[in-house]
T-cell receptor, first 117, second 113 residues
C-alpha cells in the first residue's frame, strides 16, 4: 500500500539554525499538509498546500516557516532560526482530490522528531 | 468545524469488540465524521469516515445515529496492537480539498490481554 515517507526520522539542531524537513507524499495525491505535535500535546495543523501555493495556514505557521514542493515528488518544511519551543514531532500528510464535494482522507507519514538544543 | 467529545480513556479485553463513543451535537449537514488513531510515536492513521449511513471497512465499523449527533467506532475483535489514541474528528467538505483536520485529545484505548 502506498505511504507517505518522511526523512530524517530524527533531527537534532542547535537553536538559531535552519532545518529542512522532507516528505514524499503518495504519488497521485494533490493536497499536502504539515502538522506538528509537541510532546504530550495535541496534533496541531500548520499548513496545507495545493497547486504550488499555500491554501490555508494556522497561527503557528508564521514567517519562521515556509513550505516548498521543489520537484514532482518532494514536499518540504523549512524552519528558519529554530527555537527551543520548535522541538516537536512534525508530520506530513497528503490527500487525493476527488471530484465534487467528496474530500478524501489525509494519509500521514510517521513523522520527524525535531530536537532543538 | 464542529467540536467533538470523547471519553479520555477506555479499556477492552483482547478478542472482544471495542466500542468507542463520540458526541458531535453541533455537527452541520455538510460535515463528515472521521476516525483516526495514533499508535505511540507514529503518525495518525486513517480508520474510517462517514456522513449519515453506517460504514464498514477492513479495520472497523462506524455507526452514526439518525440525528447525527453522536457516533460509535467499533473494532470487532480487538488485539493488543489496537492499543492507541483514537480521534473522532468532524470535517467540513468544502469541495476544495485543502481543509485539514482539527485533532482533539481523543480516547486512549487500552487493550488488556
Amino acid at each position: 500500500e502506498p505511504e507517505v515517507t518522511q526523512t530524517p526520522s530524527h533531527q537534532v539542531t542547535q537553536m538559531g539554525q535552519e532545518v529542512i524537513l522532507r516528505c514524499v507524499p503518495i504519488s497521485n495525491h494533490l493536497y499536502f499538509y504539515w502538522y506538528r505535535q509537541i510532546l504530550g500535546q495535541k496534533v496541531e495543523f500548520l499548513v496545507s498546500f495545493y497547486n504550488n501555493e499555500i491554501s490555508e495556514k494556522s497561527e503557528i505557521f508564521d514567517d519562521q516557516f515556509s513550505v516548498e514542493r521543489p520537484d514532482g515528488s518532494n514536499f518540504t518544511l523549512k524552519i528558519r532560526s529554530t527555537k527551543l519551543e520548535d522541538s516537536a514531532m512534525y508530520f506530513c500528510a497528503s490527500s487525493e482530490r476527488d471530484s465534487g464535494l467528496y474530500n478524501s482522507p489525509l494519509h500521514f507519514g510517521n513523522g520527524t522528531r525535531l530536537t532543538v538544543t | 468545524d464542529a467540536k467533538t467529545t470523547q471519553p479520555t480513556s477506555m479499556d477492552c479485553a483482547e478478542g472482544r469488540a471495542a466500542n468507542l463513543p463520540c458526541n458531535h451535537s453541533t455537527i452541520s449537514g455538510n460535515e463528515y465524521v472521521y476516525w483516526y488513531r495514533q499508535i505511540h510515536s507514529q503518525g495518525p492513521q486513517y480508520i474510517i469516515h462517514g456522513l449519515k449511513n453506517n460504514e464498514t471497512n477492513e479495520m472497523a465499523s462506524l455507526i452514526i445515529t439518525e440525528d447525527r449527533k453522536s457516533s460509535t467506532l467499533i473494532l470487532p475483535h480487538a488485539t493488543l496492537r489496537d492499543t492507541a489514541v483514537y480521534y473522532c474528528i468532524v470535517r467540513e467538505h468544502s469541495g476544495g480539498g485543502a481543509d485539514g483536520l482539527t485533532f482533539g485529545k481523543g480516547t486512549h484505548l487500552i487493550i488488556q490481554p
